[in-house]
């Protein structure tokens, strides 16, 4: 199985590096860019575990690990690999 | 007073720390590794600054996981001392012993310099030695230093007297152009509601030398040897 976790900074939370690439990004031409979030991208292979309990156990990490609530936000997707 | 300076992977202002209470200060002071599980009896544990396990993952994210760290957290838990200086308070936020979380300066920038700072309060083993309202001068260097809170957390540290150190300038003024890094509320230092674990970005041990010639760091170790 493999989860595609997605973090990014929480709505409210200013996001420096989203903001320097919006703005590079007019500067380039493109004023239909209206907004940029610059997040983390995290795949992770999981085994022996079924999709009812790799979902619990990724929205643990999640919340252990991988985001800081207090500033971030994550969704994530399960595939199967098989 | 036996202090305990932990040394985790990365970790790089441990020897300034150590060299500050052992040296200057004449403390019986003890190097802490990070993979240790037993913690003996300390009066004062300090998070160095640095880069723990390279600032992978966030600042203090998987520092805050170290074996050592469940035996920290008791211990500040049950009123031992804790003193976490830049990746230090990274690492109390991380934990949960302190609230709120510190992102990247708002310039995106790596800030190394000297700031002012107002001491907002003394009532803490930390700032006993200073006057309220005192300013010191004190240097930071860190990408990652700025402090949020929401809101209500916010006004909760407020109501309790918990922000202890502020961004400010040289006469105590402290407001959005005193601000180096985007924190919220100029917030330099915060303290837990008891009191006894403190996290600060900048680094007083770096300026408690007498052979330099800026020395304000000692009036947060001056406090702590008197408060012990």
Known sequence: ?82 | MKCGVVVFPGSNCDHDSYHVLKHLYGQETHWIWHKDQVLEPFDLIVLPGGFSYGDYLRPGAIARFSPIMKAIIKYANAGGRVLGICNGFQILVESGLLPGALRRNASQKFICKYVHLRVESNQTPYTSRCEKNAVLKIPVAHADGGYFVEPETLKALEDQDRIILRYSDAAGRSDATTNPNGSVGQIAGVANAEKNVLGMMPHPERCADPLWPDRDGRYIFDSLIHSS
């Open chain 1, 1 to 82: 199985m493999l989860a595609k976790i997605h973090v990014t900074l929480k709505k409210g939370v200013l996001d420096p590096q989203g903001k320097a690439v919006h703005h590079a990004l007019n500067d380039l031409g493109y004023p239909e860019v209206e907004g940029v979030q610059i997040g983390k991208y995290m795949e992770i292979r999981l085994a022996g575990v079924t999709s009812d309990e790799a979902e619990k156990r990724v929205q643990e990490m999640c919340e252990k690990l991988l985001a800081n609530t207090v500033i971030e936000s994550y969704r994530y997707t399960l595939e199967s690999t098989e």
